[in-house]
């Protein structure tokens, strides 16, 4: 079964233009992240983000965690062509003996048109 | 050095036969896990494997599919009597060790169809 929930389920921007993806999930995490996939270079980790933080940043990536309302959005400033992708959120729960397990939501597909 | 690596990239096959993918994971990591993946959603967790034993097998949908890892790196999908149902992308990952905060490293996937 998947946990989270990406919307929107696509989104289409211009080059230049920031991206933002939001993530909601059912149960008490451990981490969350958050994962690109294209056909080129398969499925790639973006950035995980523990419970206990709040906001976390690379490079041209910007992730918040809301723990209250079991959310998280990825923000992706001044967006390129070769940001064109499916992103996943995808969690690990919090139970010590199932923390290695990934949960991944359904993705959003992104397109940055030139 | 080499990323996580799985054998065929595409595999065809009839509805009722067998199959095996394979995974080569990082050298070094002792965790390794199977996910699947349809068409439109994200990966499900299949099984994950703390060196050579599976640690939880709980994502396998049901008896006809079942993983092996002999010497704690290679792993193999094996998938009996294959349905149409089972056409997927096949991810095989890999980790450091099964802890929370240690990254996966997916590799490319098996697209397996059933015809």
């Known amino acids: 079964s998947q946990q989270g929930e990406e919307d929107p389920q696509a989104l289409s921007i211009q080059e230049g233009e920031n991206a933002t993806m939001n993530c909601s999930y059912k149960?008490?995490?451990?981490?969350l992240q958050w994962y690109r996939q294209n056909s080129g270079r398969g499925l790639v980790h973006l950035i995980l983000?523990?419970?206990?933080?709040r906001e976390k940043h690379s490079g041209r990536l910007r992730v918040t965690l809301d723990t209250s309302k079991k959310s998280s959005s990825l923000l992706i400033t001044a967006s390129r062509a070769a940001d064109t992708a499916s992103y996943f959120c995808?969690?690990?729960?919090?139970?010590?003996?199932?923390?290695?397990?990934?949960?991944f939501g359904k993705g959003t597909l992104l397109t940055v048109n030139p | 050095g080499a990323g996580v690596s799985q054998t065929p990239s595409n595999k065809v096959t009839e509805k009722g036969k067998y199959v095996e993918l394979r995974c080569d994971p990082i050298s070094g990591h002792t965790a390794l896990y199977w996910y699947r993946q349809s068409l439109g959603q994200g990966p499900e967790f299949l099984i994950y494997f703390q060196g050579t034993g599976a640690a939880d097998d709980s994502g396998l949908p049901n008896d006809r599919f079942f993983a092996v890892r002999p010497e704690g790196s290679v792993s193999t999908l094996k998938i009996q009597r294959t349905e149409r149902g089972d056409s997927a992308v096949y991810l095989c990952?890999?980790?450091?060790?099964?802890?929370?905060?240690?990254?996966?490293?997916f590799g490319p996937g098996t697209r397996l169809t059933v015809l």
């Open positions: 995808a969690t690990r729960i919090n139970s010590g003996g199932s923390n290695y397990k990934l949960t």
């Open positions: 983000i523990r419970s206990n933080e």
């Open positions: 149960t008490s995490i451990n981490n």
């Open positions: 990952a890999s980790s450091l060790a099964g802890s929370g905060y240690n990254e996966q490293f």
